[in-house]
């Protein structure tokens, strides 16, 4: 079982980091998270802590009209400079709370004199934390059931405008909507951002009018009513970031992703700390 008072530099990367200069084009952001697959990264000036950017803040640029000059403009424009930051020898379950009422999937570890030394994301949540822990029920206890899904044939600006509008990085493509299934692979921020950055000459309609299915990833998935540790345990050792919950005939039921095990391991962990 998981020492909740234990360092979160246990849990985290520490000594690597990469992080992103808030005078450098936006561009570079997004071009980091995508040849790396980070989803996350801290700003910084003088080395020092200074914000934070997220894959959320890259799509919200490719869903505006004007997203190629925007691309150019300096990070420090779209960054968020309220920054939930912790000491690497901060306990577990402080971080992890701080992460879960902030509803952000990474935290910047910082010395004290203020500069970046690692980074406990959600991901590093699923890997080295929550398969330690007592999960019981259903996979359905904990995954998101309320989800948008799109079609093969749905225009890539409209999948766009839905992960902005709805603040998500994953959605379900289907073979019918209204269906709901059967899943046929999922769509993400970073694939997104990725196929916009090796396009950037059609922004913005000629390449928002590509379908989905020209971004179309595989998905890893459970059966709907699966034991929760095994779902837990199944998106440890996944690629993704993210599983689909199905029931028969493939349809989508739900989505189990790190920012769901994310934020129910920072309740667990906190009544570890305090029964």
Sequence with gaps: MIDPERPVKYFAKLGWVKTIDASRPLKEAAELMASHGFRHAPVTSA???????????????LNSANAHDLLKEEVSKFMSRKVIAAHPDDPLWETLKA??????????????????????????VVINVAPELAWEGPVESLATQRLS???????????????????VRHLPVVESFRERGPAEGMVTALGITD???????????D???????????????VPKGAPLADAVRALAGSRGDA??????????EGILTDRDVMLGSAKFVEKLAVP
């Design 47 to 61: 080395g020092r802590l200074v914000g934070f950017i997220s894959i959320k803040d890259i799509i919200s640029v």
């Design 99 to 124: 992460m879960a009422e902030a509803d952000v999937g990474a935290v910047p570890l910082i010395n004290d004199d203020g500069v970046p030394v690692g980074i406990f994301t959600e991901r590093d």
């Design 149 to 167: 899904c799109v079609e093969p044939g749905t225009p890539l600006g409209d999948a766009i405008d839905l992960m902005d509008e709805l603040k």
């Design 195 to 205: 196929y916009v950055l090796k396009n950037l000459k059609r922004l913005p309609k």
């Design 207 to 221: 390449l928002k009018a590509d379908p989905v299915s020209t971004v179309l990833e595989d998905y890893g998935y």
């Design 243 to 252: 599983l689909l919950v199905l029931g028969e005939n493939r349809s989508v």
